[in-house]
């Protein structure tokens, strides 16, 4: 029973879904690093928010670590080059709290250009500050974006409706995509010197790290007041507190800082600074969010499948008509893997149809995952599958053929084997519709064996004397005939493994040239 250590609180639905799903879940709260070092010996998956941090000599004590799940967006706490290195899926939590996100910035927005807490403050403590505290309205004034996914789309769409101008600063944004939002992209220095506000949606990486400094704060528009449910770290909190206090920006409203959690910081003491602590995705709605989408990531990674909020897989995007084809290629190369007696050096995987006109990154990475899952004892998972074929010589070639009029198929060959399929039906079944070059339409199952012979009369008659005899029960079977009409191929599916010995009494017929056992784990 796989074990998933728990060291924050997540949401009982999503463990509920994971103990249902017949996982141990092992919620141990408040781990100091040393006891995590030890709690994290013998766990498969480890489920984390934002305070455990997930260090290399975290990673390099666990011993059947597959994923780390992060209820939530940012990684932060998380090495995940460490965890790469040591072939550890890490997943996230993006869409979770990216409305609660956006609402939070515009409650923000709003309490910063209106002074609501501080307003509040002086009343409670029994002064009637009126006129000190008067602000300003957002109609007609100009909202600065810097960062336009998916939070900063959601405070677009809701500032509109106060009447702002947008313009964002997102060099991986197109200006067709932020035209759509009503939004005008800009450099950033142009931002600071056009916005009477500022809000701030991006990652925290090195290259944002102090992004809203001492030297672009000296660029800004006089009055520009600066609203952070990002991350810290990317406004310098001294740099910030001082222009605030000497007037040159009008002020700021943050939810998160360099240091976490803190009750010190320069902004604490500033008048016009609002703060809040790390708010943006505290809502009731956010956490079951996250911990269902967590908990089903963590599920689908411990079940070998593909994980669409992986963050260190080199294909985590897939389209909705490739997505069935994964499992498939995965099937299919471990069907190739016993196939053939050894993998050859040079593998091609091949995809036909309109499923070759997206990325098809992720699929190559499920038949490399399905081909070498037998033929090692390191667990292949989609983050180390690349990497362990490398290491074993092996040449992944892709080839797509994007036409309109091919039907959907995923092909694996190499050597002198081949092996296609494609997907059956509205429940999307699995069909086996070539092996070796002979065309065939069955359904492949996790028994299975090969045979070719010469095309003569009696031969499955044979065949399924030979596994009777050796009380073999035989569940499905399909003919497939080469194209010269000379050589047939028998797929036969059984209820259980066909041992070696009844391969060698198949083996002793003279019209059988080639056969071969699959069984598909």
Known sequence: MPRILVTESIAETGLDELRSAGHEVDV???????????????????????????????????DRLVVVGRAGIGLDNVDVAAATNAGVMVANAPESNSLSAAEHTMALLLAQARNVPQAHAA?????????????????????????????????????????????????????????????????????????????????????TAGLIGKDLLAKAKPGLRIINVARGGIVDEAALAEAAREGRIGGAAVDVFDVEPTTESPLFDVPNIVVTPHLGASTREAQDKAGVTIAEQVGLALAGEFVPHAVNVDAAEVSELLRPFVPLAEHLGAIFAGLVERIPSTVDVELRGAIAKDDTRIAVLAAIKGLLSSHTDVPVSYVNALELA????LEIRTITAPAQDHVNVVRISGGEHSVAGRLSGLDETHRISELDDHALDIKPSDNMVIVRNHDEPGMVGVVGATLGDAGVNISNMHIGESGDGVEALMVVCTDGPVSAQVQDALRGNDHVRFVRAITVV
């Open 28 to 62: 141990r709260l408040g781990l100091e690093p040393a006891e995590l070092v030890e709690a994290i010996v013998g766990a498969d998956a480890l489920i984390i928010r934002s305070s455990t941090q997930v260090t290399a000599e975290v990673l390099a004590a666990a």
């Open 123 to 207: 009343l409670v403590e029994g002064r009637w500050e009126r006129s000190k505290w008067e602000g300003v309205e957002l109609a007609d004034k100009t909202l600065g974006i810097v960062g336009l996914g998916r939070i900063g789309s959601l405070v677009a769409q809701r500032a509109a409706s106060f009447g702002l101008r947008l313009i964002a600063h997102d060099p991986f944004v197109s200006p067709e995509a932020a035209k759509k939002l009503n939004v005008e992209l800009v450099d950033l220095e142009t931002l600071v010197q056009q916005a009477d506000f500022l809000t701030l949606h991006l990652a925290k990486t090195p290259e």
């Open 390 to 393: 490398d290491e074993r010589g």
